[in-house]
């Protein structure tokens, strides 16, 4: 039974990544009030559904217009140093707005203006926190170690709105903010605990462009990260279910507001509990077949969500699906990590944070427009068979993905060249 749980080997035998993980999930917990408040204060201002989605755009252009630059900026600096200056610029703009959420006055387009400056740390602060995990673990603690991160991800979401809530009715916006830039405070704190954290590899990342076109390269040639986040895209791009459930609410369960936040709250559980008993997955020798899976799950049980006959059968469903969802990010972190070199791990962690923002809105654009010109239970059906064919058709396509542990344990080579990613985690630690 004990191995059936969560795995915290990591916290305590590195206390380095302890301090990290405890820093992250404090600032985590702030930065999750600080989308509902954003959201609130826009509402409030505008009453426009047009810029609150714009708060959405504030956050999404930076980080794709800016990721891959940041990421080669990363694998060519102290990643330490990098990661601690982008940490202060998103306290300083959570700060600044604080000080207009007590004040006032601050135009909508003000807002939406830190809430994209700060989108621009979150570029190159997000890659450079991906770098640390190999160097701070060994290898057969690295699923657990990410394991570990996805359960403070997910209680930060399902507490922090809920917390943003109270304090919103309680104390206002502005101090939503304020507990926000303080909990930026654990992040540093966790960030200063570092060893440092220079990339290390045979050549150095080169500027601008050319480092950009080096991360591309390897993310085309290398099939086990190349499939991974191909995975990734086909799981949010096909199947994305959250810009569904008002519509299905309201089709199928007269949109009762209460059972709209049961959906939402479903998918968090189901990753909640899958994070806890993740050592059932996370021992296993060959995530990538554990990924596939996951991803597959994912779409078949929204599927299910789709044509289940009844509220509760539509929310075990949504918590499957939440469970998968953690059984494959887990999966797909531990693969892309394992099979990059320690000199380009800023620029695939870029490229993932770049599928992790850009694909779910892609998604809900996709099943929005099938709901519009069919229902919501024809879109999110067909979202989750076509992810379901696509997942079965990356993993038929991509070999590796099915071989990628006995790659990692002998360093033999992948079906294009992948020695250089295992050689790179080995010399990272």
Known sequence: MRRALIDVTPLRSSPAFRRLWGGQTLSAFGSQMTVVAVMFQVWRMTHSTTWTGAVALAQAVPLIALGLFAGAVVDRVERRRFYVAMTAGQAACSGLLAVQGFVGGVPVAGVLLLVALQSCCVAGGGPASKTFLPALLPREQLAAGLALRRISFQGAMLVGPALAGVVLGGLGVGACYAIDAVGFGGALYGALGLPPMAAKGAVAARSGLRGVQEGLVFLVRT?????????????????????????????RFGGSPRTLGLFLSAIAVGGIGASLFSGTFTRLPRPGVVMLGGSAVWGLALALCGLAPGRWAVLACLVVAGAADTVSVVSRNTLVQSHTPNELLGRVGAAEQIVGQAGPDLGNMRGGVVADAASGVVALVSGGVLCVMAVAVVGALTPGLRRAAEVARTGEADDAGDTDGVGGLAASG
């Open 223 to 251: 099939p086990v990260v190349r499939g991974a986040l191909l995975t990734d895209l086909a799981t949010t791009v096909l199947s994305m279910p959250i810009s569904l459930f008002p519509l299905l609410n309201a089709e």
